[in-house]
């Protein structure tokens, strides 16, 4: 009973190449965020959507592209990869509660090695 | 500028030695504060949320407390799977859900 799933685990490819990585939430969440954990491992917000509207926008490239089919699915599609892009990138999600408190659960992680 | 800074950076202890972690925070209204535990190749896992001063909360051989300016991560008698990177965050009033990161406490508890 995966909570917060991501696909692939594991992404290796080439410069200049347009990959996405897939996250799927089972928890009945309203909220899903992206993060990137660079190689010093702080974790970096870059987006997030609740019921599919999108609510955090950092900055980030605009080869970085989030899109939300529905409130369970949250996709990161990236173009035109660079070096600097190799990470492993987090999905999470929370229930969405705007009072505080709002508890995000992580799903495994996706690394991406851009070669 | 709001900031979490978790110390020590890394620490070592041995099996049953007891400790604390840090993570010492400045924002303008705290909404919660969060931590988190990593092991790697995984995504963090969920440990503790303390809304205000003087709360507690205990798991096991962890209890997280908070102040107005840090939060404790304290380890009572460790075993070796305590081992993990301890990370805290905190949410701050006003601020969209969005949680600030601290660069958390790489922990290894020798047998």
């Known amino acids: 009973d995966t909570a917060v799933s991501q696909t692939p685990k594991y992404l290796v490819t080439q410069m200049g190449n347009d990959k996405s990585i897939k996250c799927e939430q089972n928890l009945g969440h309203d909220t899903m965020y992206w993060y990137k954990q660079d190689s010093k491992k702080f974790l970096k917000i870059m987006f997030s959507y609740n019921n599919k509207e999108l609510i955090i926008n950092e900055t980030v490239p605009n080869r970085f592209s989030p899109k939300s089919p529905d409130k369970a699915h949250l996709n990161l599609h990236i173009n035109s990869l660079e070096l600097g892009d190799s990470a492993v990138y987090f999905c999470a999600s929370s229930r969405g509660l705007a009072g505080g408190g709002d508890t995000q659960y992580f799903g495994p992680g996706t690394r991406l090695t851009v070669l | 500028e709001d900031q979490v800074t978790q110390s020590p950076e890394a620490l070592r202890l041995q099996e049953g030695e007891s400790s604390s972690l840090n993570c010492s925070y400045t924002v303008s209204g705290l909404r919660g504060l969060f931590w988190y535990r990593q092991d790697p190749g995984k995504g963090p896992e969920f440990l503790f949320t303390?809304?205000?001063?003087?709360e507690e909360k205990e798991k096991e051989r962890l209890k997280a407390t908070l102040t107005k300016k840090e939060s404790f991560l304290h380890i009572t008698a460790p075993k070796p799977e305590d081992s993990a990177t301890y990370l805290c965050?905190?949410?701050?009033?006003?601020?969209?859900?969005?949680?600030?990161w601290g660069l958390g406490t790489s922990l290894a508890v020798n047998p």
């Open positions: 965050a905190v949410q701050e009033a006003g601020n969209n859900r969005k949680l600030i």
């Open positions: 303390l809304y205000s001063a003087g």
